[in-house]
């Protein structure tokens, strides 16, 4: 069967409702919201990505889902057959909710690594990058999470979900990441109990310290609270958006590639190969000899100060 990936509709009405944001924004009461150099620079990553992800995902969904799907069971001998019991979950309605809900599981885990692990975290920078929150914000994607972002769906068709069913769940859980970058949204009560919402998302955007590295989820906020990044706004708290390391610069190429420079260029302070290794994949902020600290290490003193 062939679906059509949601995104394609999707585009459009992004542009639309930015337009709707940045006129409501300027004629009310937020006219800081849209800087126009940043939200150029935004459009412009946003419009590369558009322009990248339909040859990546094609080979994502392609190639590298399809792969995969057909090697975990081939016409003799298949995985799938003679060990799990079956040759594929098919497209019944319950499969469609099942594979949403193991989508959103993959994108924790993706989007929490992004900011684990430094190396994910030099492409992820990119969209933490502005010091504004709003639906511009959310098209300022960075162009290299698309080669490895397929990585973290693989298992999904491994086990039986067909490619093109994959790649529709990922299309639904962009639509939903797109409409959380609003700040006119408040706190929607019973909704926020399960789903990631718009000032959970604000939260994850936040420098601030005790809210960094939190809220790391797709369209639910339960893999969160179960694996301990789950982190509620404090309306009493005002939000400092952006990264503390920013790129000082609304040049798209200079924010797409800064970090990259900034880990070669700490991975020359040690000659000792271990130091290179995590300055390269160890968490953001580490570093041998203590001048940097990572986000951890942050919250750790900021509790200690609070217990003292």
């Known amino acids: 069967m062939n679906f059509t990936n949601p995104l394609v509709y999707g585009v459009p009405c992004f542009l639309g409702l930015i337009l709707l944001e940045l006129t409501y924004s300027k004629t009310h009461d937020k006219k800081e919201l849209y800087s126009w150099k940043d939200l150029g620079a935004s459009l412009t990553m946003g419009i590369g990505s558009a322009i990248l992800a339909p040859l990546i995902k094609t080979i994502s969904a392609i190639i590298i889902f399809n792969y995969v799907y057909d090697v975990f069971n081939p016409l003799v001998n298949g995985i799938r057959t003679n060990i799990m019991g079956w040759e594929s979950f098919g497209y019944a309605w319950y499969v469609w909710i099942v594979c949403q809900l193991l989508d959103d599981f993959s994108y924790y885990w993706f989007h929490r690594q992004n900011h684990m692990v430094r190396f994910l975290w ?3 920078i990119v969209h933490h990058s502005s010091d504004n929150f709003n639906l511009g914000t959310a098209v300022r994607n ?3 999470t698309i080669l490895y972002k397929p990585f973290f769906y ?10 093109e069913m994959v790649v529709v769940c990922l299309g639904i859980e962009a639509l939903w990441q797109f409409q959380l970058h609003s700040v006119y949204i408040p706190k929607l009560k019973f909704i926020d109990v399960i789903f990631n919402t718009h000032t959970m998302h604000q939260v994850h955007h936040a420098k601030n310290v005790e809210y960094m590295d939190k809220n790391h989820g797709g369209f639910l906020n339960i ?3 179960v694996f301990g990044t789950w982190k ?3 309306e009493k708290v005002e939000i400092q958006y952006g990264v ?3 790129p000082d610069s609304y040049n798209p190429w200079v924010i797409l590639t800064h970090e990259y420079k900034d880990i070669w260029n700490d991975t020359k302070k040690s000659s000792n190969w271990i130091h290179k290794f995590m300055y390269i994949f160890g968490p953001p902020g580490w ?4 001048s940097t600290i990572s986000v951890k290490q ?7 100060k609070n217990k003292d």
């Open 122 to 124: 030099a492409a992820h």
């Open 142 to 144: 960075g162009w290299f």
């Open 154 to 163: 693989m298992w999904l068709p491994a086990i039986g979900f067909p490619p």
């Open 223 to 225: 893999f969160d609270r």
């Open 232 to 234: 509620e706004l404090d």
């Open 244 to 246: 503390t390391h920013a």
């Open 287 to 290: 570093s041998h000899d203590g």
């Open 298 to 304: 942050m919250q750790k003193i900021i509790l200690q």
